[in-house]
């Protein structure tokens, strides 16, 4: 089998969030978990995205589930990009792909220039008061708080600006305790005329990720945060990690499109 590296959430190789992507090609089913956890802890990246094409005529055109090097989870962004870069440019798919997952029926759709606009749900966002002792461990005393659902798992925090989030260095230890999977801090972007409209870094201590680069699903959080704020459907958001990328967001109720590139860096062969 084909294994591929790519590059999400960028249109240069060594940025935005890398994802390895393996076929299935003819496969009726996933192979067992045990050895799914395995490739994905192989190739030790955020996550590895599986994905076996299903019969015609059903309400989706492929299955598709993600691991980390520490556990399943259940909605990824950049790694469901990834998977629609690769079907694109090997040919295995054309026009949008609708992928089956753990969070229902998934779309992706490429365009001509090569980006890709994914088809997520809106994480409905729950205001909560700011736990105990979430301050110590960020570095960083929140202005707000939300859950983000089941979908997303993960306390999105709002900071007081920009160069909070940047500076931001966490006990990740401490951070595991107040959320499914970890934390999504955000601030409201300090000079709007740089291209993007907010700034958010994730750190995700319980599924093994101590800092994620990129983040699509935290943007379907992200998005309706950031519009209700902003007094608009349409945004770009900064994940400023080290690795960095943008993901643009339009909000449309229950829906989120996120968009945004991706590059193959490594392809080879699995023989495990």
Same mark, same amino acid.
């Given at each position: 089998?084909?294994?591929?590296?790519?590059?999400?959430?960028?249109d240069r190789p060594?940025?935005g969030?890398?994802?390895? !992507?393996?076929?299935?090609?003819?496969?009726?089913s996933f192979?067992?978990?045990?050895?799914?956890?395995?490739v994905?802890l192989e190739v030790?990246h955020?996550e =590895?995205?599986?994905?076996?094409?299903?019969?015609a $005529?059903?309400?989706?055109?492929?299955?598709?589930?993600w691991?980390?090097p520490?556990?399943e989870?259940?909605l990824?962004?950049?790694?469901?990009?990834?998977?629609?870069?690769?079907?694109a =440019?090997?040919?295995?798919?054309?026009?949008? !792909?609708?992928?089956?997952?753990? #969070?229902?029926?998934?779309?992706?759709?490429? /365009?001509?220039? $090569?980006s890709v606009?994914?088809?997520?749900?809106t994480?409905p /966002?729950?205001?909560v008061?700011v736990?105990?002792?979430?301050?110590g461990?960020?570095?960083?005393?929140?202005? =707000?708080?939300?859950?983000t659902g089941?979908?997303?798992g993960?306390?999105?925090?709002e900071?007081?600006?920009?160069?909070t989030?940047?500076?931001?260095?966490?006990d990740?230890a401490?951070?595991?305790?107040?959320?499914e999977r970890?934390i999504?801090?955000?601030?409201?972007a300090?000079d709007? #005329?740089?291209?993007?409209?907010?700034?958010s870094r994730?750190?995700?201590?319980?599924i $093994?990720?101590?800092?994620?680069?990129?983040?699509? #699903?935290?943007?379907t959080?992200?998005?309706?945060?950031?519009?209700?704020r902003?007094?608009?459907?349409?945004?770009?958001g900064l994940?400023?990690?080290?690795r #960095?990328?943008?993901?643009? =967001?339009?909000?449309?109720?229950?829906?989120t /499109?996120?968009s945004g590139?991706?590059?193959?860096?490594?392809?080879?062969?699995?023989?495990?």
């Open positions: 089998m084909r294994i591929r590296i790519v590059d999400a959430f960028t060594f940025a969030n890398p994802a390895g !992507v393996l076929l299935l090609d003819r496969a009726s192979p067992d978990d045990a050895w799914l956890r395995n994905a030790n955020a =590895t995205a599986f994905a076996h094409p299903l019969p $005529g059903g309400e989706a055109d492929w299955a598709l589930r691991f980390t520490a556990a989870v259940a990824c962004g950049h790694a469901t990009l990834a998977t629609a870069h690769v079907l =440019t090997t040919g295995a798919a054309r026009g949008p !792909v609708r992928f089956a997952t753990k #969070s229902g029926v998934l779309v992706a759709t490429v /365009l001509d220039d $090569g606009t994914l088809d997520f749900p994480a /966002l729950t205001a008061e736990p105990p002792g979430v301050a461990a960020l570095g960083a005393e929140p202005l =707000t708080t939300h859950d089941p979908n997303v993960d306390l999105l925090v900071l007081a600006d920009e160069k989030v940047l500076g931001l260095a966490p990740l401490a951070l595991g305790r107040y959320s970890g999504i801090a955000t601030a409201r300090e709007p #005329s740089r291209g993007y409209d907010f700034v994730c750190f995700f201590p319980n $093994g990720i101590a800092e994620d680069p990129v983040t699509g #699903s935290a943007h959080a992200l998005a309706p945060f950031w519009s209700q902003l007094g608009r459907t349409g945004l770009t994940q400023a990690s080290a #960095s990328g943008r993901v643009r =967001t339009e909000l449309r109720g229950d829906r /499109l996120l590139r991706a590059v193959t860096v490594i392809e080879g062969e699995l023989f495990a």
